[in-house]
C-alpha cells in the first residue's frame, strides 16, 4: 500500500470513530502500519474531527518513534502505539478510545466476562485489563509503559484472537489487522461493555456462557475454517 | 407472493433493522417465507446493511436447508429459522439480532417479566428463555438444536401471542405474520427489554401487572374481536 | 380557534411526539379540545406517524364520546382522554405515551418525587402514581376508568400544577393548556424520570429538595407573578 | 472583540449545547465577558434554540447587573453568571444545563470522584458540589446566592483547573477561557459524569485513579508546559 493510500485509509477509520459516535470531542486516535517500510500513519494531537484530512496525519518511525513526515504533532498516546506494533507483529491499526461503558469498566477495574455469544464473536475470553502503573512507571515514561502494561497481560494469547484490552483507570486500546480493523474492534468492544453492564445489573452473579458455546462461536467467524461470512472455509 | 417482491419486502425488512439501530455492523438477520413454494429468502453471511441490495438475498429450499438460488452464503443462522418455520406453520417471517437490552436479558438468564402494558400489548405473558443447549448439541448441529431449544420452549403456546424467545447465553429471535411484522417485534422486544431493566433497577422486587389488566390488553390488540387500530372487529 | 386550525395543532403535537423521539411505532396519542364547541380532535387508532395528516384526526364529541367528523376509529384511549377534559376544565390537551423512563415508574408503581429543581420548573411535587384499577373496573370500562383513577388521585391539586400522572403498570398521561404544551409536558415527565433513576441509582436514599428550593423554582415559572420567559410579571 | 463578534460568539455557543444533545427544550443558558468595557452577552429568557439569533443576546453590566441593550429578558440566572465572572476573573465565559447525569449527581448529592483519565483531562479532583441555600439565602437573592454558593466552595482553586461544579439539588455550572470553551467543559462534565454512574454501578467501591496518574493527565493537557494538541510548549 502506498502512503497515499494508507493517509486515506486511517484518516477515514479515524472518521468512523466519530461517525460510531463512540468519541466525543477529540477524544480517540488510530493509526496504522506499514511493515514493509517501517512506518506508522497517525491521528495529530488534539485536532477535531471535522477537520482531519490525509495530508493532516502525522508520519511516525516504527524503530525510534521520531516523525517522518508531518507539520503538526502526532497523538500524545503515539508511544503506547509504538510498543504494540513492536509486540505484536501480525497487528496492522490500533484505536484508542474513551468510549463510555470500557471506560468505566477500565475505572471500576474489572475484566468483562464473556458473557454471551455476542462478545464470543469478537474475543477470545475475557476483555482483559492491565495492572496500574507504578509512579516509577509513569514518571519515566507513563505512554510507553502504558504499553508495555498491554503487552505484558496479554502474554502470549494470540493478538488477533484477542484484539482488546482495558488499561485500569485508563480506558480501551483495541488493534487488528489493520486501522479499519481496528476501529470496528473498538465498536464492538463498546457494544459488549454496554451489554455486560446490563447483564450485572440484571444478574450481580452471571457467570460467562458455557465454553463450548463461546468457542464454537469464535472459531465460526475467526478459527481456521471459518463459515461465517463470504470467505472461502 | 412473486420471489421479485418477497426479495424486496425482505431486504427492506433487513435494512429496517439497521434503520431502528437495533443492531451493530451486520449483527442480525431477517428472513421471509414463501409457504406455497416451500423456500424461504434471507439475508446473506456477513454482508453489511449499507450493501445489501435484494438481488443478494440468498433462497433456501424449506425442506433440506439447500441453496436454490443466490450466489452468496446464507446466514449462519439460516438452520435456525428453517427449524422456526417448520414447527411454526403460521409465521411468515423470522428476525434474529443482537440488540443491547434483549441480548443482556439472555446473558443474565432471566424471562422477563410482563411489568405492563407495553408487554401485554405485544406478548402474551413472559418473554421466555430456552434452555442452554448442552456440548452434544453445540457439537452436533448447535444451529439446528438452537431453533429446536427455542421450539421446546414455546411447547403449545400460540407463536403469534408469544412472538419472541430469548436463547440463553445468545439473544433473541422473534417472528410474525411475515418480515416486517418480525421486525416490529425484534423492536418491540428491544424496547420491552429496556424498560424492564429500569424497572427492575427501580423496585428489584416488582411483580408482573395484574392479569386481568394485561389480558385485556393483549385481547384489544389481538384478541377475536380486537379493536384497536383500522381493521373491523 | 377553527377547526382547521385545531386539527393542524393536534396533527403538529401528535407529530412532535415522534420528532421528541418518546415514541416507539405508534405508542402514543395527542388531543386537544375546543371548548365553546365541547368536541375534541384526536389521533386515529393505530396510525403510523409518517402518515398522519391533519385530515385523518377524529373529531369527537366531548359530551357522550360520539364521532362527529372522521372516517378512521379513534385512539382507543379516547374515554381516558373525555374523562380528563371533563374533570378539568382548564386543561386544553392531553397526551398519552409509552416513553420508557416514565413508564418504568409507573412499572415500578413509585411515585417520582422531586428531587431537584429541574422536576420542580415543571410539576409541583412529586409526580402522582394512580391506584390500580379493580378487575371489575377493567371489564365495565377500562379506558374510561384509567381516566377516573387519574382524577380520584389529583384530587384537589391544580391540573396546570400538576400537568402529569403515571398509571400505575401501564404509563403516563399528561396535560396542559393546549395540545402542544401537554406534549412538552411529557417529553418534560420523560426527562425528569431519567435523571431521577440515575438519582436513585446512585443514592438509594435520596430525598427531595429542599420545599422552599422547589417552591421558589416553580413559582418563578408558573406562580402568578411569574418572571421567567418573556411574559410580563 | 466587538460587540458583535461576542454576541455570534456567544449566540454559536448556546446552538452547540442544543446541537450536543446535552439540553432539553430551553434548558440551558451560555455567556460570555467583554473584560474591557465591562459587560456580559447572556441568552434571554425562555427563548428555545430554533428560534435564537445573536441580535436576540441580552448585554448586561457586570457591575450592577442591569441590561445595556437588548428587548428581551436576560436568562433568569443572570445574577449567578455575574457572580462567578465577578469572583473568577481569569474566566470568559459562563455555562448552565440541566444536563442529565451531571442533575442526577447533584440531586443525590455526591461529588464526583476523579476515577480515571478522562475525568483527569479536564477537572483537577473530584467535581466539587455545593452545600445547600438556606431558606434564607433563597428568598433574599436565589440567584446571586446560588453564585455565592459555588465561588464559596471552590474557595481558593484555579477556577480554570476545576471548571465545574454541581449545585445541590440543582444541576452543573461550568466555565472557560471564553462561551465555547465553557460549553465544551459542560458537554465534557456530562460525559464524566455518564462514565462515573456507570463505574459507580460496576463497582459501589470504586475509588479514585491514583493520583500520579490523573496528575500526569491533567498537567499534559493545562500545565505550564503542556504537550498534548498543537500548541508550542
Redesign the interface.
Known sequence: MKLKELREQVCEANLELDRRKIV??T?GNVSGIDREKGYIVIK????SYDKLTPDKLVVVNLADGKVIEGD??PS?DTKTHLVLYRAFPTIGGVTHT?S??A????????EIPC????HADYCHGAVPLTQ??T?EE??AD?EGNTGEAIVRRLGNENPLAKPMVLVA???PFTWGKNAPDSV?NA??LE?IA??????????PN?GP??E??SE?HYQ?KHGPGA????KKG
Open positions: 466525543v470531542h477524544w495529530p494531537s488534539g485536532v503538526l504533532n500524545t474513551h463510555a461503558y471506560v468505566a469498566w477500565a475505572q471500576a477495574r474489572k458473557f454471551g455469544t455476542t496500574p502503573l509512579a509513569v514518571a507513563y483507570g485508563h480506558g470496528l465498536v464492538f457494544e454496554r451489554i455486560a453492564t446490563t447483564t450485572v445489573m440484571l444478574a452471571a456462557v458455557e463450548y458455546v464454537y465460526r463459515w461465517y461470512g463470504q
